[in-house]
């Protein structure tokens, strides 16, 4: 009986047929998991948090992407750091992972004592001719975007980073979102590849069978539709709908709020797209209503009537509304699980009980999010069974998960496999 050798990474990345999704083991394969930490969260720009994640000097939180944890932090100075989680003596972790407040950072093997900008400052029983400059915690290169961290764990990070920063610094100007406070969070652990719950974001050809609360504020049609099994009444609709979105996006940027697409998806290593979007009924904000959730408007907001300010990249998506934003971010765990994690920011000033409902704030994203988990694990058990074959995505609905799809097969190549 022959042996049945898995195929190697190459191989995959060659079977791929455009138009269609990954072949089975691109999104099962712990070998495959192994090369899509290095490459796209080691050595591309990835979203980790946010600025108002650590408001107040002492303040830091650790965020672990496959071996490599991160503290993020904010120092005496009120700058934001980041710094790897690994003691310079003997390699120990210095914090532990989630939220803490600290006025050093101090390795609880040996002591080892770091001030806040990661630099040694107590090595006991080292001798006197020791040199403590050397040793100071490694910094990681990150950016702040609008008060989104993003970083790079390569020495050479993408330089076209810079075109989301100019798109977004402007865009999230308004929100303020480095002096924004999160008012909750969920981390949700979903059955399935990284990818997968990247497509599943990146497409509403199942929002409507899936996700009646967002449906409510969500236009579906925003993500493409087959014009031809429209039926008239229908297809006026969606005609009036983008003539709306003509309207309204020449209005938003004619009051000094830029609007329309922008996008890098494809011969890029820094994946995003941002575009204003229009938000349906109420059209004030992504609440099972579609009115404002918080009576006090995020930042410097005096209107609810913008819209939401829509951005993704390769492991994040972000709705940014007058009165709250969304926050997810994306890190894989495993092959079959990945961390998803979600923030709804509020104004640093605004009051739970009192400016905002909680529960009005949450739930349709909430129920979205746990929506999409029960979905990705779905789509996983599939692409684990021997049935599975790669399936053609929707010329009108799915044109984005092909161009993800090209782009991570171009990615991978650019990086050796």
């Known amino acids: 009986m022959l042996n049945k050798l898995p195929s190697s990474i190459s191989a995959l990345l060659d079977a791929r047929a455009n138009g269609h999704s990954l072949p089975a083991g691109l999104y099962v394969r712990e070998d495959v998991f192994e090369a899509d930490i290095d490459v796209f969260f080691h050595n591309h720009w990835i979203c980790v948090g946010l600025d108002c994640d ?226 349906a009924g109420a059209g004030e904000s992504q609440t099972h209503d579609a009115t404002a959730a918080s009576s006090k408007l995020l930042g410097h907001m005096t209107r609810k009537d913008l819209g939401d300010m829509h951005l993704w990249g390769h492991n994040s998506w972000n709705h940014f509304m007058g009165d709250h934003a969304v926050v997810a971010t994306v890190i894989p765990l495993s092959a079959g699980k990945t961390l998803v994690r979600t923030k709804w920011l509020v104004h640093k000033d605004a009051v739970e009980g009192v400016d905002y409902d909680l529960d009005k704030l949450t739930d349709v994203w909430v129920a979205t999010t746990d929506q999409d988990a029960d979905l990705v694990a779905r789509s996983h058990a599939g692409t684990l069974d021997p049935a599975y074959q790669p399936g053609p995505y929707s010329r009108f609905s799915e044109t984005n998960l092909d161009k993800f799809a090209s782009w991570y097969i171009d990615r991978m190549r650019a990086h050796g496999y």
């Not at 002492?58 to 750091?81: H, M």
């Not at 764990?153 to 480095?178: C, G, H, K, V, W």
């Open 54 to 279: 650590v408001p107040e000097p002492g303040d830091a939180t650790v965020i672990d992407i496959g071996k490599t944890s991160l503290i993020l932090l904010r120092d005496d100075d009120g700058e934001i750091r980041v710094l790897h989680n690994v003691c310079r003596h003997r390699g120990s972790r210095l914090l532990d992972p989630g939220k803490t407040i600290v006025s050093k950072l101090v390795c609880p093997y040996h002591t080892w004592t770091y001030e806040l900008t990661g630099e040694l400052s107590y090595a006991p029983h080292m001798g006197k001719d020791f040199d403590k400059e050397c040793r100071s915690l490694k910094p990681v290169t990150f950016k702040s975007i609008g008060g989104l961290i993003y970083v790079c764990l390569s020495d050479n990070p993408p330089e076209d980073i810079a075109i989301l920063e100019q798109a977004m610094t402007e865009r999230l100007a308004p929100y303020d979102i480095r002096n924004a406070k999160v008012a909750f969070q969920t981390d949700v652990i979903e059955d399935g590849n990284w990818k997968l719950t990247m497509e599943n974001n990146r497409e509403c050809y199942h929002c409507s069978a899936n996700h009646p609360e967002l449906c409510v504020s969500f236009v579906d049609l925003d993500f493409g539709f087959d014009p031809e099994t429209l039926n008239p009444e229908d297809r006026e609709q969606a005609e009036e709908h983008f003539r709306l979105y003509e309207e309204r996006t020449k209005a938003w940027e004619s009051d000094g709020f830029p609007s329309a697409a922008v996008e890098q998806l494809a011969d890029c290593a820094t994946n995003f797209r941002t575009q204003r979007l229009i938000i």
